[in-house]
Nanobody
Framework: QVHLVESGGGSVQSGGSLRLSCAAFGYTYSNYCWGWFRQAPGKERERVAAIDSDGSTSYADSVLGRFTMSQNNAKTALYLQMDTLKPEDTAMYYC?????????????WGKGTLVTVSS
């Protein structure tokens, strides 16, 4: 079992930056995949960025070039650096982990941290 706790959300003006963190508690296998997701009011949850079990990183087109996902070597912390934020980035942001690669879905979820971007 992996327990995930996000932090770093807040309110920022358009063009600003935020850095989200996610602490992972419990045993994590080296082949886990990791992701940042977000859900805005009235919209479906979308994957923002992910690190697959092979170490490859991917980003949603909407954040490519603005967001950067990283992880510490011990795989106990996950980060999302968000730059040049836009009002449409406003959402609840969740970190998640999956046992067997992105194609098999995520099995552990945090409770989320709220990001609000004002114009």
């Amino acid at each position: 079992q992996v327990h995930l706790v996000e932090s770093g959300g807040g309110s920022v003006q358009s063009g600003g930056s935020l850095r989200l963190s996610c602490a992972a508690f419990g045993y994590t296998y080296s082949n886990y995949c990791w992701g940042w997701f977000r859900q805005a009011p009235g919209k479906e949850r979308e994957r923002v960025a992910a690190i697959d079990s092979d170490g490859s990183t991917s980003y949603a087109d909407s954040v490519l070039g603005r967001f950067t996902m990283s992880q510490n070597n011990a795989k106990t912390a996950l980060y999302l650096q968000m730059d040049t934020l836009k009002p449409e980035d406003t959402a609840m942001y969740y970190c998640a982990a999956g046992r067997w690669g992105l194609k098999n879905g995520m099995h552990f979820w945090g409770k989320g941290t709220l990001v609000t971007v004002s114009s």
